[in-house]
């Protein structure tokens, strides 16, 4: 073998294997603490002096460009949080029966039994045993709406009065010596029904002004009396 091959191989070699010590020292925190590290990090930059330098140089250019860009950052500036996400509340309450809208168990009748608040889905089970139509499934929400018996009709909401009124509806009140209670107003004659508890068929209407809000007075008895 040609000697100088041989003498740039073993050198190479010796090289190699620096880097490698060096790495492995690196890659452990308590070693790098010891003094034969300390050593083979003298020799290593002693080997690779002009390549060291060029490493050197390069990251105090990066850290000194990065110093004079500091005044551009708004120091006062906090950092935006991040909203946590609403939690979705169920439309459909556990135990509820709700109805399928569209799909193969359309108009089929089931009970939510439990509901999935990252997806918004319900998990719903057929109501009725032996009624043909059995599952047990998720659905999206606007898959379901809500059941109502045939035998249930919905309140309609009352009709306020209008807000001169002294009177509303429940209040207990006196007319001609008798007691009753309002139950509705009547818009275009600007008159109160009463139902009168000596006649509870048919309300009877008045005008305000014949009329005095109830008042029990000396063990229920009721003030009749109208006043001045």
């Not at 390069?58 to 996400?85: I, V, Y």
């Not at 600007?190 to 000396?218: F, I, M, Q, R, S």
């Amino acid at each position: 073998m040609n000697i100088d091959v041989f003498n740039e191989a073993t050198e190479l070699f010796n090289k190699y294997k620096l880097c490698q010590d060096v790495m492995a020292w690196l890659s452990n925190e308590e070693a790098v603490k010891g003094q034969k590290y300390k050593e083979a990090l003298a020799k290593f930059v002693e080997t690779f002096k002009g390549d060291f330098m060029m490493f050197v140089h390069e990251r105090m250019t990066a850290s000194g460009e990065a110093f004079e860009n500091l005044h551009d950052c708004d120091c006062n500036k906090q950092p935006e949080e991040k909203p946590e996400e609403p939690t979705k509340e169920p439309k459909f309450a556990i135990g509820s029966k709700v109805e399928i809208v569209g799909g193969q168990f359309d108009g089929c009748v089931g009970i939510v039994k439990d509901f999935n608040e990252k997806e918004g889905t319900y998990y719903v089970m057929s109501g009725f045993v032996g009624s043909g139509n059995q599952f047990s499934m998720w659905f999206n929400e606007n898959m379901l709406s809500e059941y109502i018996e045939e035998s249930e009709e919905p309140e309609k909401p009352l009709m306020p009065f209008p807000e001169d009124c002294i009177f509303t509806y429940g209040d207990r009140v006196v007319v001609n010596g008798e007691i009753g209670t309002i139950i509705g107003y009547d818009f275009s004659e600007h008159k109160y029904g009463v139902l009168l508890d000596l006649d509870d068929e048919e309300p009877k209407w008045y005008a305000g002004d014949e009329l005095e809000h109830y008042t029990e007075e000396n063990g229920g008895t009721a003030e009749t009396d109208k006043g001045e």
